[in-house]
């Protein structure tokens, strides 16, 4: 049973807001819920405009790093973007690495592999990368905690400059003063990440890059050094890159993560010019070429081709396929990764099927966190799965792998709970940690484990409550099915790209009649509905099409929480319900 939640609103503002702008209540409804509570704001939030972008130099050391890299290619010197495996550093390797080969720069590209490095900087990779000439190594979504890291590379003669956007304990300390060094952060050359800001910039610039991921952060440092500012466009044709890391990395679709995906999502979805030949030869490999592409086909279609190289092979497939300008090269990478993600789909179903069985002889009366081993597990794997699995059983879930006694775990959490704190909690058990709030890595000796699960699972069951493992769903309103004309609809899709942060409308409405009940296609259920005698709308609820289905038939009542959409078939556009949930009415 899911409970219905009406998310708290300011009444008053929303009106407000609705009357200086003349858009419809519920717009201004999801607009304040969203902190935007004035018509300038408002305006900026629907239009997304590039012009908005914050100037680069807003970062403390930006323009010392600039400066580094100008140097480094005036003087001819070698330069080495070393960039993280997933579609966050791999995007944003890419990045950097076609900007700086644009501006003449001799650069080549380090990731690490998954399987026998692991994540973030390596003193042997950096040992490697100096012996073959480098002067400067640039960072790409990880080295925010390599202390030894640094030092070893300033010890063997290599500047390095950090891109990065993880947590760390160590950035609390930030006071803004330009040139002090946090104890704790890594003495790099240059420090970018999204906390260290300059103290005088203000709270709405501040917070719209707080949330950047690791390709934003290298968007930014390449904004500097093509020398645009705030809101130039010279940087835009690399947003269809930013777009595929932020959105496969969960960032949060507000801010300049907002901006920069509304803009990429159109330069992916373009097949005008010269789209780059890897992305078209994936849209192809896919069946998306000629669509447009939203952020669903990048979390679910096109990230997860670019992340399987580095989940079962070298990420450096993904990163060939971004650079390349031959598209009989970027067509055979674009199908070898489609069969490296058929591969990783038939892993992850081996481990989820795997875990699900272990987490069935749980009491979850008594658990607050799911913490399942395996030695047949694949480390790439396991954080998809680790997603699932919190999912389905509505628990702040890590899965392991181990191999000869060490442990490398993915972790997920559930809304409300700071995985990523409580694995600080937990880090005297841990060889190494890092993530987010809501998405963490770990090493862990295999003889933790046990000491871990009990004390992250304490953790939570202490900080939880009694409601935190029910299962919610936010409604942001109700309006009467009368109300969704085209014109509300055009307003919804402003409101779009949606995803983390920015989730799509949910609309209640009770007293629906249910005109003809069915099932089709993999067990959804397909619903034609009114509300007292006004027209009838077309509804699909995805995967209910089980009890759900057998609860609604023709003739019952009900009420639902649904996403309206346009959809469009045999060339006519109507507006569809998409179902959230139901609930039978007498």
Same mark, same amino acid.
């Given at each position: 049973?899911?409970?219905?939640?009406?998310?708290?609103?300011?009444?008053?503002?929303?009106?407000?807001?609705?009357?200086?702008?003349?858009?419809?209540?519920?717009?201004?409804?999801?607009?304040?819920?969203?902190?935007?509570?004035?018509?300038?704001?408002?305006?900026?939030?629907?239009?997304?405009?590039?012009?908005?972008?914050?100037?680069?130099?807003?970062?403390?050391?930006?323009?010392?790093?600039?400066?580094?890299?100008?140097?480094?290619?005036?003087?001819?010197?070698?330069?080495?973007?070393?960039?993280?495996?997933?579609?966050? #550093?791999?995007?944003?390797?890419?990045?950097?690495?076609? /900007?700086?080969?644009? =501006?003449?720069?001799?650069?080549?590209?380090?990731?690490?592999?998954?399987?026998?490095?692991?994540?973030?900087?390596?003193?042997?990779?950096?040992?490697?990368?100096?012996?073959?000439?480098?002067?400067?190594?640039?960072?790409?979504?990880?080295?925010?905690?390599?202390?030894?890291?640094?030092?070893?590379?300033?010890?063997?003669?290599?500047? $390095?400059?950090?891109?990065?956007?993880?947590?760390?304990?160590?950035?609390?300390?930030?006071?803004?003063?330009?040139?002090?060094?946090?104890?704790?952060?890594?003495?790099?050359?240059?420090?970018?990440?999204?906390?260290?800001?300059?103290?005088?910039?203000?709270?709405?610039?501040?917070?719209?890059?707080?949330?950047?991921?690791?390709?934003?952060?290298?968007?930014?440092?390449?904004?500097?050094?093509?020398?645009?500012?705030?809101?130039?466009?010279?940087?835009?044709?690399?947003?269809?890159?930013?777009?595929?890391?932020?959105?496969?990395?969960?960032?949060?679709?507000?801010?300049?993560?907002?901006?920069?995906?509304?803009?990429?999502?159109?330069?992916?979805?373009?097949?005008?010019?010269?789209?780059?030949?890897?992305?078209?030869?994936?849209?192809?490999?896919?069946?998306?070429?000629?669509?447009?592409?939203?952020?669903?086909?990048?979390?679910?279609? =096109?990230?997860?081709?670019?992340?399987?190289?580095?989940?079962?092979?070298?990420?450096?497939?993904?990163?060939?396929?971004?650079?390349?300008?031959?598209?009989?090269?970027?067509?055979?990478?674009?199908?070898?990764?489609?069969?490296?993600?058929?591969?990783?789909?038939?892993?992850?179903?081996?481990?989820?099927?795997?875990?699900?069985?272990?987490?069935?002889?749980?009491? $979850?009366?008594?658990?607050?966190?799911?913490?399942?081993?395996?030695?047949?597990?694949?480390?790439? /794997?396991?954080?998809?799965?680790?997603?699932?699995?919190?999912?389905?059983?509505?628990?702040?879930?890590?899965?392991?792998?181990?191999?000869?006694?060490?442990?490398?775990?993915?972790?997920?959490?559930?809304?409300?709970?700071?995985?990523?704190?409580? $694995?600080?909690?937990?880090?005297?058990?841990?060889?190494?940690?890092?993530?987010?709030?809501?998405?963490?890595?770990?090493?862990?000796?295999?003889?933790?484990?046990?000491?871990?699960?009990?004390?992250?699972?304490?953790?939570?069951?202490?900080?939880?409550?009694?409601? #935190?493992?029910?299962?919610?769903?936010?409604?942001?309103?109700?309006?009467?099915?009368?109300?969704?004309?085209?014109? =509300?609809?055009?307003?919804?899709?402003?409101?779009?790209?949606?995803?983390?942060?920015?989730?799509?409308?949910?609309?209640?409405?009770?007293? $629906?009649?249910?005109?003809?009940?069915?099932?089709?296609?993999?067990?959804?259920?397909?619903?034609?509905?009114?509300?007292?005698?006004?027209?009838?709308?077309?509804?699909?609820?995805?995967?209910?099409?089980?009890?759900?289905?057998?609860?609604?038939?023709?003739?019952?009542?009900?009420?639902? /929480?649904?996403?309206?959409?346009?959809?469009?078939?045999?060339?006519?556009?109507?507006?569809?319900?998409?179902?959230?949930?139901?609930?039978?009415?007498?």
């Amino acid at each position: 049973m899911m409970k219905w939640v009406l998310t708290e609103s300011d009444e008053e503002a929303a009106a407000q807001l609705s009357g200086q702008t003349g858009c419809h209540p519920l717009i201004a409804r999801l607009l304040v819920n969203r902190g935007i509570t004035d018509s300038t704001r408002a305006q900026s939030f629907l239009s997304s405009s590039f012009s908005d972008v914050s100037d680069p130099a807003i970062f403390i050391d930006m323009e010392k790093a600039v400066h580094r890299i100008t140097s480094a290619i005036t003087a001819g010197e070698k330069v080495v973007i070393y960039g993280d495996y997933d579609v966050d #550093g791999v995007t944003g390797a890419a990045l950097l690495y076609l /900007v700086l080969l644009d =501006l003449g720069a001799k650069v080549s590209s380090y990731i690490p592999d998954r399987m026998t490095e692991g994540y973030g900087l390596h003193t042997g990779a950096l040992e490697e990368i100096g012996s073959l000439g480098a002067k400067l190594v640039i960072t790409v979504d990880c080295g925010i905690g390599a202390m030894n890291e640094a030092d070893h590379a300033r010890s063997i003669g290599l500047d $390095l400059i950090i891109t990065d956007h993880h947590e760390s304990e160590h950035l609390k300390e930030y006071t803004g003063k330009q040139g002090d060094r946090i104890a704790g952060l890594p003495d790099a050359y240059a420090l970018i990440h999204p906390t260290l800001v300059s103290p005088g910039v203000p709270a709405p610039v501040r917070d719209a890059v707080s949330v950047l991921t690791g390709v934003g952060v290298a968007f930014k440092l390449a904004q500097a050094l093509m020398g645009t500012g705030a809101g130039e466009e010279q940087a835009q044709p690399y947003l269809d890159l930013v777009t595929l890391g932020t959105i496969a990395d969960m960032g949060q679709l507000s801010g300049e993560n907002r901006i920069f995906v509304k803009h990429g999502l159109e330069l992916l979805s373009s097949d005008a010019g010269a789209p780059r030949p890897g992305i078209a030869a994936l849209k192809r490999v896919t069946g998306l070429a000629g669509r447009e592409i939203t952020a669903g086909n990048v979390g679910f279609t =096109l990230a997860p081709r670019i992340n399987a190289s580095g989940r079962l092979e070298r990420a450096d497939m993904a990163f060939r396929l971004l650079t390349t300008n031959s598209q009989e090269e970027a067509a055979e990478l674009a199908e070898t990764l489609d069969g490296v993600n058929k591969e990783r789909q038939a892993v992850e179903l081996g481990i989820w099927e795997e875990a699900r069985r272990m987490a069935r002889h749980v009491d $979850l009366a008594e658990t607050g966190a799911l913490v399942l081993a395996s030695e047949a597990w694949h480390p790439g /794997v396991v954080g998809i799965v680790a997603s699932r699995i919190a999912e389905e059983f509505y628990r702040p879930t890590a899965l392991i792998a181990l191999q000869e006694g060490v442990g490398k775990g993915s972790a997920r959490s559930i809304p409300g709970f700071d995985l990523y704190g409580a $694995l600080s909690e937990c880090s005297d058990l841990l060889t190494a940690f890092g993530g987010h709030r809501y998405a963490a890595g770990f090493t862990v000796p295999a003889e933790g484990i046990p000491e871990l699960r009990e004390r992250l699972s304490a953790l939570v069951l202490e900080r939880a409550g009694p409601e #935190g493992f029910v299962r919610t769903l936010q409604v942001d309103g109700s309006v009467g099915l009368d109300e969704l004309t085209v014109d =509300l609809m055009n307003e919804i899709v402003r409101m779009a790209p949606f995803g983390q942060g920015n989730p799509e409308p949910r609309i209640g409405a009770r007293g $629906l009649e249910v005109l003809s009940s069915r099932i089709v296609g993999n067990n959804h259920l397909k619903l034609r509905l009114r509300q007292k005698s006004g027209r009838p709308f077309d509804s699909i609820a995805f995967s209910r099409g089980g009890r759900k289905g057998w609860q609604v038939r023709e003739g019952s009542r009900m009420a639902a /929480v649904f996403t309206p959409r346009f959809n469009t078939w045999n060339g006519k556009t109507s507006i569809e319900l998409n179902i959230r949930d139901i609930k039978k009415e007498q």
